[in-house]
């Protein structure tokens, strides 16, 4: 087997590996591994590379949304009207940023996520689903449509971040438990991952398919166990475990994309 394929094989599977455990455990976008890891170390086009990683994310984060579902961790009725907001402020905060001299916000999602993960870490999130269930449903939807809103404009204005600005806001603002805030957020991800991979490639065509391949297959497989883990884990330690899996992977993705050259 030629050395390049090797090398292939590995950097895919290490990038799989991040972008699956950070979509189980944490609701993250594989594009904030699977992106980098492809074009610092393959050397591949950015728009390809993050088309690759959207399209890592779709089967990733469904399969890891029936997961949290089965297990009664998933909010679909405000998971729906947060993805139509979602959809919708993400090509408001696109138009905005083609307006804009430069990348404002370049380094917002990797920062973000290696401080939400101290957070996880340092302060868990120990809210029970009894005491998220006493919030009103008027109340639920309106902050459904505020905090979508919010995220759509992020992703569409920075390109990247809206897994963890989903989960920061689902747990902080909306008062998700965990396991809810993270099952609820790969619903989203799911739907938001497939319109954005679909529109990459119809606009810079189709990617290396063996790389494509690699990348869906080892996030799809990765995703899974680590949504099984977390259904099962008690809330502070999975507080821990998501809290783990972003400081690592926010750490690797600043060595990667600042360091390694």
Do not use: Q, W
Not at 39 to 63: C, E, M, R
């Amino acid at each position: 087997m030629p050395e390049n394929i090797i090398v292939t094989v590995i950097v895919c599977l290490f990038a799989g590996l991040g972008a699956g455990f950070g979509t189980g455990f944490a609701g993250m976008s594989a594009a904030a591994v699977i992106a980098p890891m492809l074009i610092a170390f393959l050397g591949f086009d950015p728009y390809l590379a993050v088309g690759v990683a959207l399209a890592s994310d779709v089967l990733a984060s469904a399969v890891s949304a029936y997961t949290y579902k089965k297990n009664g961790n998933l909010d679909v009725k405000n998971g729906l009207i947060m993805m139509a907001c979602v959809l919708v402020f993400t090509v408001v905060g696109s138009f905005v940023a083609s307006l804009m001299p430069g990348a404002v916000m370049g380094g917002f999602s990797t920062v973000m996520t290696f401080f939400l993960g101290i957070k996880f870490i340092v302060k868990p999130i120990v809210t029970t689903k009894e005491s998220m269930e006493k919030t009103s449903a008027k109340k639920r939807v309106i902050g459904s449509v505020i905090c979508g809103s919010a995220v759509g404009f992020i992703c569409g204005f920075v390109g990247a971040g809206g897994g963890m600005m989903m989960l920061l806001l689902l747990t902080s603002v909306l008062g998700y438990e965990l396991k809810t805030a993270v099952g609820t957020s790969v619903f989203i991800m799911a739907f938001t991952a497939l319109t954005g991979a679909v529109s990459h490639f119809a606009i810079g065509g189709m990617p290396n398919i063996f790389v494509l391949a690699l990348c869906v297959v080892f996030t799809l497989a990765f995703a899974l166990i680590a949504a099984k883990i977390a259904n099962k884990a008690k809330p502070v330690t999975l507080n821990r475990m998501v809290g783990a899996v972003l400081v690592i992977l926010g750490a690797a993705i600043i060595v990667t994309e600042y360091i390694i050259k």
